[in-house]
């Protein structure tokens, strides 16, 4: 294994943004991603950060990212969301992918938590065959419901 799996720091943030930007556009939304690096370091790093990463990194480069925060059920209680795993294209199929998966799954386990969720795009064959074959289950009757801030602006002023 020529790559380390470790915790992000802030100075990852730079090629976890540029991971963010390649995911987007992966997944057909290249306009779709406001964050900075800036908020990412204040988000993720502050005394009440608001997420945990995990970064891949093969010869002082990072090539992968695994970004994730705690969430509450109220059915089942301690749960972690993974928001994100990103390999970056050329690395895909090095085995980088799992690790970082393999991370946040320890990670939640350590933790006692009860679920760990993620969202997966319908088109997205091989990550959801990829995600049965590791024993998660991938739902079909629930949807994800978004409210963008347009939308909530509105709502809120508007209500």
Not at 98 to 117: E, F, M, S
Request: aromatic share 12%; glycine share 6%.
């Amino acid at each position: 294994m020529s790559f380390i799996i470790r915790k992000g720091e802030k100075e990852d943030m730079n090629s976890v943004l540029e991971l963010i930007v390649e995911l987007a556009i992966f997944e057909k939304l290249p306009n779709e991603v406001e964050v900075t690096v800036e908020q990412l370091i204040n988000d993720g790093f502050s005394k009440n950060s608001k997420f945990n990463v995990f970064v891949a990194e093969e010869n002082n480069v990072i090539v992968g990212a695994a970004l994730f925060y705690e969430r509450y059920s109220t059915w089942k209680g301690r749960i972690i969301h993974l928001e994100d795993l990103i390999v970056t294209h050329k690395k895909r199929g090095s085995g980088i992918g799992i690790a970082l998966y393999k991370a946040v799954l320890k990670y939640g386990y350590d933790l006692g938590c009860k679920r760990i969720t993620w969202d997966v795009l319908d088109w997205n064959t091989p990550a959801k065959d990829f995600y049965k074959s590791t024993g998660a289950t991938v739902l079909d009757d629930w949807q994800v419901v978004h409210m963008k801030e347009d939308a909530l602006k509105n709502f809120i002023e508007n209500s």
